[in-house]
């Protein structure tokens, strides 16, 4: 059976810090590209990073380049999101995904067929 499982959200204060991990069973992670997904109450989903299957290529939305860092280990196949300097307005379920194709087409949702069921990021004092 293939599932994604992300963990790693949580309640974090501004200028916080976290990891989120996608944890793939029932295929091969290492063929498929990586996304990261949000979305906020009332918002659309969000792509806000995606890494390639051989880790060559990432790409970073603008509202979180420089704070989040997007990494995969293909031996544990496992995706990772590290979130720095968390702002409220980073508040939202984050989502991993995969793309059909080995390389980061694009950061819309719709390029991605395998999603997690997704965690929650609070950032809040």
């Known amino acids: 059976q293939v599932q994604l499982v992300e963990s790693g959200g949580g309640l974090v204060q501004p200028g916080g810090s976290l990891r989120l991990s996608c944890a793939a069973s029932?295929?091969?992670?290492?063929?498929?590209?990586i996304g990261w997904f949000r979305q906020a109450p009332g918002k659309e989903r969000e792509g806000i990073s995606c890494?390639?299957?051989?880790?060559?290529?990432?790409y970073y939305a603008e509202s979180v380049k420089g704070r989040f860092t997007i990494s995969r280990d293909n031996a544990k196949n496992t995706g990772y999101l590290q979130m720095n300097s968390l702002k409220p307005e980073d508040t939202a379920v984050y989502y991993c995904a995969t793309d059909p194709t080995p390389t980061c087409r694009s950061l819309s949702w719709f390029e991605y067929d395998y999603w997690g069921q997704g965690t929650q990021v609070t950032v809040s004092s």
């Open positions: 029932g295929f091969t992670l290492g063929h498929y590209a």
């Open positions: 890494i390639s299957a051989s880790d060559e290529g990432t």
